[in-house]
């Protein structure tokens, strides 16, 4: 971060990265300073992203003074999906870039159509601009564009190596060997925070180990969801349907070999620390070759660390996945890194001993009502309310350079503003974290309806 | 107190949805659902699975009534529907309005729909266009073929389940109208933001002779759409016949997993319906406003819950006049608000879209906001969210033959200006998947009888039964 300045809240928060503590800030002290910070931000920012121009227009907010003024100025997630999808169906990258500007904050430069031939190509002009664009690599409906600079890539890896320090007591050290096992898709932050990790956790003398099967770059994604756009429109023919099924049977395949090769990499590196980073759909499988191999927790070092998440979506797997998992690497529960965070976000709430998550002073948490549209205060005059709320979470990363920070999110959290069993006094969230999409009723029936709902999805 | 908790407060005590099983009406709160779209609580009694089953070996109850007799008896059921002299639909419409996004004015005008739906020649008529022949109902209908063969045919009662939408309750008495004339042993079930209306209509039948085979050949019950435990123990062909259900996606993937030989689905499906305006609607000021007030009319159809409510209008024009029409649409959508009500506001993700869109104000045009008083959405293309809640996007084309591709078998109604041009874009429509061609402004009207969703319903209920005879002597 090469901006900072003294007078700035926002960079005082968000320098307190390298702090020892940054999880310990109470309440009642970091929120003023948020609130300076968040204003510092709008100020800012207004006159730069289009959206949130609108935004504080609509709802008459030029100032914020308490913690209900942000609720106005906090985007949905699919503020960053609202291009029209036809548009990369269509290529038309001239549109897409202007839209892109809408939700930045640095100006996106009209690029060289003649030069793109496609989404990748599309993607690596604006990195030439300084405009590095993370997409979800949601594979069955509209892909998220999130503008990013340099240095949200850079706070994105750096903030989880601190955490992952005060979390575990693991600091790094560059003294074992980093395998980076989770099979995401080659976005620039995520390419940006593995290779932090490997800076700053693997051993000079030993290769790190990368998931060796296909990167699936944004662009291969996104061909995907284009695909389902035009099979809805009857515009895809039948054989290109049966091509595109042929290649995602041999994705599949290729991640199913990636098993043995990642099983090698971490038997033969078990006489080693390990810095393991995966998630623990592929990595149950990885334990499962080898354990069948011959080899358990006992073979692997006791002070092994890392950062496994959630990766569930469409496995099967037994109960005590998680267990199995840990313990065939030795992995000591207290050794791993629990981050609770989202893409839109620079930054994870980190989980402490007693099993919360807690917020960093540069992240202001805002519980909301289900509808997302009233503030559920934390605090009544001098006394912050007592015990947890649920609520949605919403959140202002002021960390975040290339986009706005406020965000909605689609989860429903307990949250409590008092101080943790663990002794920290920051704002904190309970373990169990639901998405609202999931606790609601799925019986709705109704004439009205689109083609979607005909249609076959692809792989 | 905990504010948490104070927002989130369901009315108590809970609404009450009582089952109908089988010519009897069934009390008990043993169980407490959510409605699916307002997250309201509503409570039911337990379902007795043996009780809803009508045994194959069991003649249904209406399968040798004469149909003029259950005309008759529908035709009466009918009267008793007044809303102001029935306190079973006074109940129904304040519950309706708790667990249902229509606001109460709409339910009240759709439970009035529903009691002129019972009138009997409309019932005769819709029989008529079925079947052609009432009578195959009734009787084995004789026929010699061309090779002298003799053979009798009957439209023989079905056994059927009833997967009916929450989103319009005049559906209820529609399906209880054919269910009955079709003579079925019929089940309804009930969806979560509805779980009243077709029960309310039952009691009145009983109110008018409880003794009837026809609230005897009828049950209405509730479970969550896509409970296993239910609809593995009764969606099998030694039970029933068809499902005839409504929806998309979840609702209907739940249903395909049952269906095989001997079960079969009947399905409306999900459907999009839109305009198509003609350059004709600028020929003068008043036109204009005609045409817009024509579709705000038919975007608005039950604040735009009803799968015949436009959606998305192509509109020939050059950027000046399509903006124009845009505004004066908008005005009209908000104008329906006096009579109809506001729709609930948009949803958080299409007010984000429709938000960035406006952003966008070289590629898009937004007129209105998204409170659900009437938005207005211009676009090169149609949009990638669903219009809901009053909303209507409005694609300019250089020719109406242009929007074709746009068409799918999602289509169901289109509304055209000028009425003289539904002849020249009907079998490119058709082709395309659409189903219904309407004069804009009447998309809300139905031609009594006539094909819906490409199909005559009845006539798919029955079971076709033949009886051969062998050839004729002589």
């Known amino acids: 971060m090469d901006t900072l300045s003294p007078t700035s809240e926002v960079d005082r928060l968000v320098r307190l990265v390298d702090s020892q503590n940054p999880f310990d800030m109470p309440f009642s002290e970091v929120l003023p300073r948020q609130l300076a910070a968040v204003n510092e931000r709008l100020k800012d920012r207004i006159g730069k992203i289009k959206l949130l121009q609108n935004r504080a227009q609509a709802g008459g907010i030029g100032e914020i003074g308490r913690m209900a003024d942000v609720v106005p100025l906090l985007f949905a997630h699919t503020a960053y999906k609202s291009y029209p999808e036809a548009w990369l169906v269509e290529k038309k990258w001239d549109r897409l870039g202007r839209w892109l500007d809408t939700v930045s904050t640095n100006r996106v430069q009209p690029l060289e159509p003649e030069r793109i031939k496609s989404l990748d190509d599309w993607l690596e002009q604006l990195q030439a601009q300084g405009h590095f664009v993370n997409c979800s690599s949601g594979t069955t409906g509209k892909c998220a564009m999130m503008n990013a600079s340099a240095a949200d890539l850079h706070m994105a890896g750096h903030t989880l190596v601190q955490a992952h320090a005060w979390a575990t007591g693991i600091a790094p050290q560059r003294d074992r060997r980093a395998l980076m096992l989770a099979p995401v898709a080659t976005t620039p932050r995520n390419v940006a925070t593995q290779k932090l990790m490997v800076e700053r956790f693997n051993a000079p003398d030993v290769e790190p180990f990368f998931y060796p099967a296909l990167p699936m770059t944004i662009g291969s994604i996104t061909e995907m969801v284009v695909l389902r756009k035009r099979i809805a429109e009857g515009t895809a023919k039948p054989a290109e349907i049966a091509c595109y099924e042929q290649k995602a049977a041999q994705r599949e395949r290729a991640m199913d070999e990636a098993v043995g090769a990642v099983a090698d990499a971490l038997i033969g590196s078990r006489d080693r620390k390990l810095y393991i980073m995966g998630l623990f759909g592929p990595m149950y499988k990885v334990a499962e070759l080898v354990r069948a191999r011959g080899y358990a927790g006992r073979d692997f070092s006791a002070e092994n660390t890392g950062f496994i998440g959630g990766g569930l979506k469409r496995e099967k797997l037994p109960a005590n996945y998680r267990e199995y998992t840990l313990e065939t690497f030795n992995l000591a529960p207290h050794h791993l890194f629990h981050g609770y965070g989202m893409q839109e976000l620079n930054t994870n709430a980190v989980r402490c001993k007693a099993g919360r998550y807690h917020m960093a002073p540069w992240v202001m948490l805002l519980l909301l009502d289900e509808s997302g549209e009233h503030l559920i205060e934390p605090a009544s005059g001098a006394h912050p309310a007592g015990g947890e709320h649920e609520g949605r979470a919403a959140f202002f990363d002021l960390s975040l350079e290339g986009r706005w920070g406020g965000l909605i999110s689609g989860d429903k959290i307990r949250a409590t503003w008092e101080t943790c069993a663990c002794g920290h006094r920051s704002p904190s969230i309970h373990e169990n974290i639901l998405r609202y999409a999931d606790t609601a009723g799925g019986d709705k029936i109704a004439c009205a309806g689109t083609i979607d709902a005909y249609v076959r999805g692809v792989a | ?474």
């Open chain 2, 1 to 474: 107190m905990n504010q948490a908790i104070q927002l989130k407060s369901a009315p108590d005590p809970a609404a009450h949805a009582p089952f109908f099983v089988r010519g009897a009406l069934v009390e008990g709160h043993e169980v407490r659902h959510r409605s699916r779209d307002l997250g309201v609580d509503f409570t039911t009694p337990m379902i007795d699975l043996d009780a809803i089953i009508t045994p194959r070996t069991e003649p249904g109850p209406l399968f040798e009534v004469e149909l003029s007799e259950i005309v008759d008896f529908l035709v009466e059921t009918g009267r008793r529907m007044t809303l102001e002299r029935n306190a079973h639909l006074q109940a129904c419409a304040r519950r309706i309005a708790a667990t249902n996004v229509l606001p109460r004015v709409v339910i009240e005008q759709n439970i009035r729909m529903a009691a002129d739906y019972l009138k009997k020649e409309r019932l005769m008529e819709l029989v008529e266009q079925n079947f052609g022949n009432p009578k195959l109902l009734d009787e084995w209908i004789e026929r010699v073929d061309s090779t002298g063969r003799r053979s009798f045919t009957r439209a023989f009662p079905p056994r059927l389940i009833h997967v009916l939408p929450g989103n319009s309750p005049v559906v209820s008495v529609q399906s209880i109208a054919m269910g009955a004339m079709v003579k079925a042993v019929n089940l309804f079930k009930m969806g979560s933001s509805d779980p009243f209306m077709a029960v309310a209509i039952l009691r009145t039948m009983l109110d008018v002779d409880a003794s009837h085979p026809v609230p005897r050949s009828m049950s209405a019950v509730y479970w969550r759409g896509g409970d296993q435990q239910v609809e593995r123990a009764i969606y099998r062909p030694q039970y029933f016949d068809k499902i005839v259900a409504w929806g998309g996606g979840d609702a209907i993937n739940n249903v395909i997993k049952y269906l095989g030989p001997g079960l079969q689905l009947v399905s409306f499906d999900p459907k999009t319906s839109i305009s198509m305006i003609g350059v004709e609607a600028f020929a003068s000021d008043e036109s204009l406003g005609e045409v817009a007030r024509a579709a705000a009319h038919d975007v608005g159809i039950l604040n735009q819950e009803a799968c015949v409510a436009s959606r998305i209008l192509f509109l020939e024009g050059d950027r000046t006049q399509v903006d124009r029409f845009c505004q004066r649409l908008q005005q009209e959508l908000a104008a329906l608000d006096a009579t109809s009500g506001k729709a609930p506001p948009l949803p958080r993700d299409m007010t984000e879209e429709v938000e960035s869109l406006r952003a966008m104000d070289e590629d898009f045009g937004v007129w209105g906001v998204g409170d659900g008083s009437g938005l207005v959405v211009r676009s090169d293309q149609p949009v990638d969210f669903h219009p809901i809640n009053k909303t209507a996007n409005v694609v300019p084309v250089k020719s109406l033959g242009d929007a074709l591709k746009y068409i799918n078998v999602a289509t169901q109604t289109v509304g055209v200006y000028p009425p003289a041009r539904q002849a020249e874009l009907r079998n490119g429509l058709a082709s395309g998947g659409a189903q219904r061609i309407v004069r804009l402004g009447d998309a809300g009207g139905t031609s009594v009888g006539a094909p819906h969703d490409a199909m005559y319903p009845m006539h798919r209920f029955v079971h076709w039964i033949v009886h051969e005879d062998g050839h004729v002597r002589g």
